[in-house]
């Protein structure tokens, strides 16, 4: 069983940044793949970055490559989403996840967070 906390969300003005992270309790084995997903008021839950746990490969949507940075310190379980560029666009609740594999993470995670709210502002 993983558990998973969030923390970094909040409020920011247009090109601006913020930093969210995501703890993972309990044992993440090399296959693991962490990552984050978010979901704005009246959308569905979208994938946005991962990450491997063994080897620290990463995976990004389309719509944040070159803005966002995805990281993981393996030695504190914790999982890191750098947001630069924000827009307000990217205003959403965020999500993070977990599963036993990369693929597994982008189709159907199973563990998630409680999600952290991001809000841009104009």
């Known amino acids: 069983q993983v558990q998973l906390v969030e923390s970094g969300g909040g409020l920011v003005q247009a090109g601006g940044s913020l930093r969210l992270s995501c703890a993972a309790s309990?044992?993440?084995?090399?296959?693991?793949?962490m990552g984050w997903f978010r979901q704005a008021p009246g959308k569905g839950r979208d994938f946005v970055a991962a990450?491997?746990?063994?080897?620290?490969?990463?995976y990004y949507a389309d719509s944040v490559k070159g803005r966002f940075t995805i990281s993981r310190d393996n030695a504190k379980n914790t999982v890191y989403l750098a947001m630069n560029s924000l827009k307000p666009e990217d205003t959403a609740v965020y999500y993070c996840?977990?599963?036993?594999?990369?693929?597994?993470?982008?189709?159907?995670?199973?563990?998630w967070g409680q999600g952290t709210q991001v809000t841009v502002s104009a």
């Open positions: 996840a977990a599963s036993s594999t990369i693929l597994g993470l982008r189709t159907s995670p199973q563990y």
């Open positions: 309990g044992r993440l084995l090399s296959n693991y793949g």
């Open positions: 990450v491997r746990w063994s080897g620290g490969t990463t």
